[in-house]
């Protein structure tokens, strides 16, 4: 009898073997003559050499598969024992509209028509800007498309920045690391990656880099080489700021940049950066601008009528201004 010791690397157990094993045990139900079991993070198979070959080339697969969709199920156990069978899951798998699974088996997919068109910038340019008030996904499907990208080994890293403005990106003064004191500014895009990527694995690219958070400021001097880069909040740069961000653009490399014009939080004597940049670049080849709207709100249907009440209120300010100093002939 031969033996075989698979290791299970960066991978929650449970959302791979299942739980009380059942995944595991179902693949052992599919091969009598052998003996496959699960301590820790190690699984055993005992048995002949061509039932050991095809056993170890199924887990093999169901790794990738975890490390693809971040969990692992009945459905997905069948698919590889009998890859002829008709499994359902396959078919939402490769659903082109579907970006990922979450890491609770979800699927993470563009809801509205500008998200899709985001989706399809993204595929064609390598620099790409996503416009439009909170609510409308920009932050969550750009962080969907940098995982995908990583999962899809397009790039080897994910890099998201942000201009902490509220700190004055003077971070010396705060209590902790550099994690610990961005944190605060950056939480949704940590509510994104921790629905996208299970806990352990999450854990297992912040340690080693895969994905690293960083506010602006210490962007400066680096070359972005095979990375998905995510600038967010750009409204709040400065001109010199996100045009040191874009110069970082390395080979191989993916760069979003995502704001909101509505809401500028700079000194009211500094210029925004982002506005600058889409008047630049409105005709330079190979980027793409992405403009969302109020239609594209996916949260509470109370969000998408304030927008649209301070947009109105807004037009009424400019006119009201405009009557009181006309333009002289």
């Known amino acids: 009898m031969v033996e075989k010791v698979i290791t299970l690397e960066n991978i929650s157990l449970i959302d791979f073997l299942g739980v009380e094993n059942q995944n595991i045990k179902q693949l052992a139900a599919a091969f009598p003559s052998s003996k496959i079991t699960s301590r820790g993070n190690e699984i055993k198979i005992q048995g002949k050499t061509p039932e050991i070959t095809k056993i170890n080339e199924i887990l093999t697969?169901?790794?990738?598969?975890?490390?693809?969709?971040?969990?692992?199920?009945?459905?997905?156990?069948?698919?590889?024992?009998?890859?002829?069978?008709?499994?359902?899951?396959?078919?939402?798998?490769?659903s082109p509209d579907v970006l990922l699974y979450g890491s609770k088996g979800g699927l993470i997919k563009a809801k509205t028509a500008n998200q899709q068109r985001l989706v399809?910038?993204?595929?064609?340019?390598?620099l790409v800007f996503a416009l439009g008030p909170?609510?409308?996904?920009?932050?969550?499907?750009?962080?969907?498309?940098?995982?995908?990208?990583?999962?899809?080994?397009?790039?080897?890293?994910?890099?998201?920045?942000?201009?902490?403005?509220?700190?004055?990106?003077?971070?010396?003064?705060?209590?902790?690391?550099?994690?610990?004191?961005?944190?605060?500014?950056?939480?949704?895009?940590y509510d994104a990656l921790e629905d996208m990527i299970p806990v352990e694995k999450l854990k297992y690219y912040y340690e080693n880099k895969i994905i690293e958070i960083a506010p602006l400021a210490y962007m400066r001097g680096r070359t972005l080489n095979n990375a998905f880069v995510l600038l967010d909040e750009a409204q709040n740069t400065t001109p010199m700021q996100i045009k040191m961000f874009m110069t970082r653009m390395g080979p191989s490399?993916?760069?979003?940049?995502?704001?909101?014009?509505?809401?500028?939080?700079?000194?009211?004597?500094?210029?925004?950066?982002?506005?600058?940049?889409?008047?630049?670049?409105?005709?330079?080849?190979?980027?793409?601008?992405?403009?969302?709207?109020?239609?594209?709100?996916?949260?509470?249907?109370?969000?998408?009528?304030?927008?649209?009440?301070?947009?109105?209120?807004?037009?009424?300010?400019?006119?009201?201004?405009?009557?009181?100093?006309?333009?002289?002939g």
Not at 120 to 126: G, L, S, T
Not at 276 to 294: D, F, P, R, T
Not at 314 to 325: H, L, P, V, Y
Request: charged letters at 30%; hydrophobic letters at 40%; aromatic letters at 4%.
């Open 120 to 126: 399809d910038a993204v595929e064609k340019h390598d």
């Open 61 to 94: 697969s169901l790794i990738d598969h975890y490390h693809k969709f971040g969990q692992i199920n009945q459905k997905s156990v069948n698919k590889y024992i009998a890859p002829d069978g008709d499994v359902d899951e396959d078919v939402i798998a490769t």
């Open 134 to 189: 909170a609510g409308t996904g920009k932050t969550y499907i750009s962080v969907a498309l940098a995982v995908r990208a990583l999962k899809n080994k397009e790039v080897k890293k994910i890099i998201i920045s942000r201009p902490v403005v509220e700190a004055g990106e003077s971070l010396g003064f705060l209590p902790g690391d550099m994690k610990e004191k961005v944190d605060p500014y950056l939480r949704p895009i």
């Open 253 to 328: 490399s993916k760069v979003m940049i995502n704001g909101d014009r509505s809401q500028i939080d700079l000194p009211s004597k500094v210029k925004s950066g982002l506005i600058e940049a889409i008047q630049v670049l409105k005709n330079v080849q190979g980027i793409a601008m992405v403009e969302m709207s109020a239609e594209d709100v996916v949260r509470h249907r109370l969000v998408k009528s304030i927008i649209e009440a301070y947009s109105k209120a807004d037009e009424q300010s400019k006119d009201r201004a405009a009557d009181r100093n006309p333009v002289q």
